[in-house]
């Protein structure tokens, strides 16, 4: 079967008002369906920036990014993007609205099968009892929580997050994981997500790409063995610390 997501020998350039900046050279990977995917690396490393290629925001400088066979070359619905900022939903809408508003801006469904969608992913990620809060009233793990139903509502080919539990503290960040990994599980959408989090990586993990210092470039590639469901307990055996050490030998080693 064919990759839903194909990078192949992606370069991205930008330009900023003193230099033409080399974010990453030569990237790639494949993203299977109902992969559970991160890129790992150190600030600046590129990988925000190759998410947001991938998400149709930018041009590769060199080389080919695709999804299902189809060359990307803008943004499009198969592909929705979860950022780490909290205001990324719209402050004059409840949760309700907030996850229906993309459904309805592009015609994908009707008013009342979009709010019948809506209210499912709402459920799945555990908020039904604040539907018709407003974002200025959720903290900030729930605030994450209603992006992430936003995205999924859309059911699109793959969903992108973006260092999505970035600004959260640690507990609420455990907690969020532990969230993502249940709604990945009950849902079986392909995730491709961001961080520079060891313990993140290897812990959400099926995949880990490991990148270098800009510009990136792929430095390892490792398959996450450890079983599921995934527990914290499992941040203290062996094959967790094994793999976590591996990642940090590579990222110490490029630096």
């Known amino acids: 079967m064919a990759a839903l997501l194909d990078v192949s020998d992606v370069t991205l350039r930008y330009k900023t008002t003193s230099a033409v900046v080399t974010a990453t050279e030569r990237v790639s990977f494949t993203v299977d369906r109902s992969d559970r995917f991160v890129l790992l690396g150190p600030s600046g490393c590129g990988k925000s920036t190759l998410l947001k290629a991938v998400g149709g925001y930018m041009t590769p400088s060199e ?13 499009g619905a198969d592909r929705m993007m979860i950022f780490q900022e909290f205001d990324q939903l719209l402050p004059w809408k409840t949760v309700l609205e907030n996850v229906m508003f993309p459904l309805l801006m592009t015609r ?3 008013r009342k099968e979009a709010e019948v969608r809506a209210r499912a992913y709402i459920e799945k990620v555990s908020l039904t009892r604040v539907v018709d809060a407003y974002p200025h009233t959720l903290s ?19 969903l992108l997050m973006d260092e999505p539990f970035a600004a959260l ?8 994981g532990d969230e993502l990994l249940r709604i990945w599980a009950a849902t079986g959408k392909t995730v491709a997500f961001v961080t520079h989090s060891l313990t993140e990586a290897v812990y959400l993990a099926d995949e880990v790409i490991v990148m270098s210092p800009r510009p990136g470039r792929i430095v390892d590639h490792l398959q996450v063995s450890l079983p ?28």
């Open 108 to 110: 994908r469904l009707p």
């Open 63 to 75: 080389g080919k990014m695709r999804i299902s066979g189809r060359e990307i070359s803008e943004p």
């Open 140 to 158: 900030g793990g729930m605030k994450q929580r209603v992006a992430i139903a936003r995205g999924m509502a859309m059911e699109p080919d793959i």
């Open 169 to 176: 503290d640690e507990q609420t960040r455990m907690t969020m």
């Open 228 to 255: 599921r469901p995934r527990t914290y307990e499992m941040l203290s055996g062996d094959t967790f610390g094994t793999l976590r050490d591996r990642i940090w030998r590579h990222i110490r080693k490029s630096a």
